[in-house]
């Protein structure tokens, strides 16, 4: 009775671990979506088309009492040689400020990496903004409209969405490490790395993530 009770609590409590990584990836879909509507005022779609790897986290709260801090949990694909999207791998962001600040907000937030060298880091479990790999502001819709022109000299470009609305934002200091936990309830395997996730050769992800896919492929 006991063994059948104990079984019953962890099916339970996979069930609702699954619901959560579920529900993460429906809401980076619809940041994702949202971010194609209004052309001229978000993400532009020249740098997505020429991204190595897109992370979105939505729903990030940054928290100010004198000195602040933001923490997200999001998902993140990387492209392959074959220019398709690789396996989510979910991944948290956190970070901290210094200076006078009171209030809690939440915002989306999106980050677009423009070379290899930006997401290497990942693989081993973090990459920390403004130290492995340069962070920038991004440009706005079609404020210009070829990477030539603002030269892509940061290996991420990074936006935040607080009122519908995209705007560059500055995240250096702030670092995306792997969600382990999530990765594991998500794909069913205990100990699965980013790198077995975004392999060529990777088995499918579970049905939830193919709405997220036929996303950023759009």
Request: aromatic content about 6%.
């Amino acid at each position: 009775a006991v063994a059948a009770t104990v079984l019953t609590i962890f099916c339970a409590s996979a069930s609702v671990a699954g619901e959560r990584q579920d529900a993460r990836l429906l809401t980076a879909t619809k940041v994702l979506d949202e971010s194609l509507q209004m052309p001229e005022q978000n993400i532009p779609t020249w740098l997505l088309e020429r991204a190595y790897a897109v992370a979105v986290v939505p729903s990030v709260i940054k928290v100010g009492l004198g000195i602040g801090g933001r923490r997200g949990k999001g998902v993140m694909v990387v492209r392959r040689d074959g220019g398709s999207w690789s396996n989510p791998v979910f991944v948290n962001l956190t970070g901290g400020s210094f200076g006078f600040q009171v209030g809690v907000q939440s915002t989306d937030v999106v980050l677009v990496f423009t070379s290899r060298q930006s997401i290497e880091g990942i693989v081993g479990g973090k990459i920390t903004l403004g130290a492995d790999a340069a962070v920038a502001a991004g440009p706005i819709g079609r404020q210009s409209s070829a990477a030539t022109d603002i030269g892509l000299t940061a290996q991420v470009y990074s936006y935040s969405r607080a009122s519908g609305l995209f705007a560059g934002v500055a995240l250096d200091g702030s670092a995306l490490t792997i969600d382990n936990r999530s990765n594991e309830q998500f794909y069913g395997r205990q100990g699965i790395l980013a790198s077995e996730i975004i392999r060529s050769d990777a088995t499918a992800a579970p049905a939830p993530a193919e709405t997220f896919l036929a996303a950023i492929t759009r």
